[in-house]
């Protein structure tokens, strides 16, 4: 089993800036995909980044390209999600999975596990 701890969401406005973290508890060692997702109210949830831990490929949405960052951090077995240059239409619920199943890393099916989520929202 494996559990996901996210944290770091918040309230800021337009061209601010979030970290998000994701901490993995249990059987860390048999990830290999581990993505961010997120829901806005009304919306069907989207994937946002993923990474490929062995090698750190990393994989991120058309929508947030050039302004979300990936990073990992094995010995703390945690996953960073930095969020810059930030829109109104970025708000959301963000949530960590993993327990990847399947060939879409960016689709939210095809994930065993997930966290509890963090809300990120942005005023402009």
């Given at each position: 089993?494996?559990?996901?701890?996210?944290?770091?969401?918040?309230?800021v406005q337009a061209g601010g800036s979030l970290r998000l973290s994701c901490v993995a508890y249990g059987y860390v060692s048999t990830l290999d995909y581990i993505g961010w997702f997120r829901q806005a109210p009304g919306k069907e949830r989207e994937g946002?980044?993923?990474?490929?831990?062995?090698?750190?490929?990393?994989y991120y949405a058309?929508?947030?390209?050039g302004r979300f960052t990936l990073?990992?951090?094995n010995a703390k077995s945690t996953l960073?999600?930095?969020?810059?240059?930030l829109k109104p239409e970025d708000t959301a619920m963000y949530?960590?999975?993993?327990?990847?199943?399947g060939s879409l890393v960016l689709s939210p099916n095809e994930y065993n596990y997930w966290g509890q989520g963090t809300q990120v929202t942005v005023s402009s």
């Amino acid at each position: 089993q494996v559990q996901l701890v996210e944290s770091g969401g918040g309230s800021v406005q337009a061209g601010g800036s979030l970290r998000l973290s994701c901490v993995a508890y249990g059987y860390v060692s048999t990830l290999d995909y581990i993505g961010w997702f997120r829901q806005a109210p009304g919306k069907e949830r989207e994937g946002v980044a993923a990474i490929y831990t062995v090698n750190g490929n990393t994989y991120y949405a058309n929508s947030v390209k050039g302004r979300f960052t990936l990073s990992q951090d094995n010995a703390k077995s945690t996953l960073y999600l930095q969020m810059s240059s930030l829109k109104p239409e970025d708000t959301a619920m963000y949530y960590c999975a993993a327990g990847f199943r399947g060939s879409l890393v960016l689709s939210p099916n095809e994930y065993n596990y997930w966290g509890q989520g963090t809300q990120v929202t942005v005023s402009s």
